[in-house]
């Protein structure tokens, strides 16, 4: 068996996406503290700077589909954001949800939760920043071994590795990884991949696994599909419905 990612015996994570975003508005303290209620073991946040420097919990480099502002997130000032509502589009009863800070999500999650961290960059430059700012922000909440990182950008992962070497990190990917000693998770020490599950069978899963990383995948919905990737041995499966997978991973557990 694959060695616990962080020392603590826990073999799966039923990671929230965005929390539980099936049922609440995406990536809001709302939809984190259902996630953790409804059994969610591990939170999945993307974290983004703001145009003062702010570390902000939002996907979309705009604002405009998930609250009633515009424009973008990289040219906004905390206080603008935060001052828009982030739940009514969602539903009525969470009128009034505001973008949170990364720091609101770490007092949220101290304790109770893991967390994987997602960093939101889109170019190879700029991204020191945005690596500081984030590390600073989990050292102060002394959460740096309740976290992984994850990104798209390997320069912002590169960034973080070669400034914190004990911070956990796994590269995402959009399409199949064949790891090889010179891919980057083995040549930067990754922990894990996250990887699309549409290309992944139990032969890819048990590769990694010799490799010593540990595997999740992302968007995972549907009954069907979330006991496919638990029965395939994956390490971690992201969904938008957490209190699915808790009732999925039980039943094959037992």
Same mark, same amino acid.
């Given at each position: ?7 603590? =015996? /826990? ?7 965005? +929390? ?18 409804? +059994? ?12 003062? =420097? ?150 890819? /899963? ?5 490799? =010593? ?19 395939? +041995? ?21």
């Amino acid at each position: 068996m694959l060695r616990s990612l962080f020392g603590d =015996g /826990v073999h799966f994570y039923n990671v929230a996406h965005r +929390g539980f975003s099936a049922n609440a508005p995406e990536n809001t303290l709302a939809s984190f503290a259902l996630a953790v209620n409804e +059994g969610a073991n591990m939170l999945e946040l993307d974290v983004m700077l703001t145009g003062d =420097g702010q570390p902000i919990v939002f996907h979309d480099y705009r604002l405009g589909r998930t609250t009633n502002g515009s424009g973008l997130v990289s040219r906004l000032t905390s206080s603008r954001i935060r001052s828009l509502d982030a739940g009514i589009w969602f539903g009525d009863k969470f009128e009034g949800e505001r973008v949170p800070l990364l720091d609101e999500v770490l007092d949220l999650a101290k304790g109770k939760v893991r967390l994987n961290i997602e960093l939101k960059h889109r170019r190879r430059d700029g991204v020191n920043l945005l690596v500081e700012k984030c590390l600073k922000a989990v050292e102060r909440h002394r959460m740096s071994d309740d976290v992984i990182f994850s990104s798209f950008n390997l320069e912002a992962l590169r960034v973080l590795h070669y400034n914190k070497s004990h911070i956990r990190f796994a590269p995402l990917y959009r399409h199949n990884l064949v790891p090889t000693p010179r891919s980057f998770p083995l040549r930067y020490g990754a922990q894990g991949v996250v990887l699309n599950h549409h290309f992944l069978n139990g032969t890819a /899963v048990r590769r990694f696994h010799d490799l =010593g990383l540990t595997v999740f995948v992302y968007t995972v919905n549907g009954r069907r599909r979330i006991e496919k990737m638990i029965e395939m +041995g994956v390490d971690g499966v992201i969904s938008d419905n957490p209190a699915e997978v808790a009732s999925i991973a039980a039943k094959v557990a037992s």
